[in-house]
């Protein structure tokens, strides 16, 4: 099972800044892409960006672009999403998953193994 651990997700105010953290026990992430992914209230779950196995190569959702940077340190086996000038309308469940496929001009993938729980971002005033 390719299941990955989320964390770092709170409750900020507009404008703020949040580190999310993805890591695995069971296996090494090295070996894979990773995307981040997230659903927010009542609507379906989406793509937001994606990293290499490498880290050389990355791609966001406009909605996040320029704002949002994925990162990842194969050293601690872990992926994280630095998300920076959060708005209302970032407020949602944050997943990452190992790609099944992974195509380096697309900010999503499909996923490969269980959802995680997520771990739960709240942007308001």
């Known amino acids: 099972q390719l299941q990955l651990v989320e964390s770092g997700g709170g409750l900020v105010q507009p404008g703020g800044s949040l580190r999310l953290s993805c890591s695995a026990s069971?296996?090494?992430?090295?070996?894979?892409?990773i995307g981040w992914f997230r659903q927010a209230p009542g609507k379906e779950r989406e793509g937001i960006s994606t990293?290499?196995?490498?880290?050389?190569?990355?791609k966001y959702a406009d909605s996040v672009n320029g704002r949002f940077t994925i990162s990842r340190d194969n050293q601690k086996n872990s992926v994280y999403l630095q998300m920076t000038s959060l708005k209302p309308e970032d407020t949602a469940v944050y997943y990452c998953?190992?790609?099944?496929?992974?195509?380096?001009?697309?900010?999503?993938?499909?996923?490969?193994?269980?959802w995680g729980q997520g771990t739960q971002v709240t942007v308001s005033s």
């Open positions: 998953a190992v790609c099944k496929s992974y195509y380096s001009g697309s900010y999503t993938c499909p996923p490969q193994g269980a």
């Open positions: 069971e296996f090494t992430l090295e070996r894979y892409a």
């Open positions: 990293i290499s196995n490498s880290g050389d190569r990355t």
